[in-house]
């Protein structure tokens, strides 16, 4: 079967393509900016929160290993879906919980997926569904960024860090071999 692609915003895109990295049927992530009205931005441009576009990942992935709905399980299990635009510390709609599905079928499962996870949060769930659009990859220095720099970044250390430990603890059974702990 093709591989087929999902795109997902979760605040910074350090945060969750460390996550997708590990898990079994990915074949590659790409952080990049998508959702705005601004043609090739820059990540300053995307940090000024003039843009409109949200930082995102593309998750390449093969659905005869890991379904799109498991996918949105990880995405939601590993982020605050309830937070209105932010994550933590990161402020501005840069930083939003957003799905961008590539066919109706994955929008069909974007909103089960959010009706799943509505049932483990307490607050409501504001992540949007949004059409999918340009998609502009983030400068190359973003790319893999948690596995090239996170020992050495102190927002990886405290951010990151316990996020990954988080899903590599409930995920174990979905983990790539090299991402075993």
Known sequence: MAEEIATLAGGCFWCVEAVFDD???????????????????TYKQICNGDTGHAEAIRVTFDPAVISYADLLDIFFHVHDPTQLNRQGNDVGTQYRSAIFPHSHAQEAEAKAAIERAQADWPQKIVTTIEPDAPWYE????????????????????????????????????????????
């Open 138 to 181: 983030a400068e190359d220095y973003h790319q893999e960024y948690f596995a090239k720099e996170g020992a050495n970044n102190g927002y990886c250390v405290m951010v990151v860090a316990p996020k990954l430990a988080k899903f590599r603890k409930s995920y174990a059974a979905r983990l790539k071999d090299s991402a075993k702990v």
């Open 23 to 41: 898990v079994i049927g990915v074949s590659s992530v790409e952080s990049g900016y998508i959702g705005g009205h601004t043609a090739n931005p």
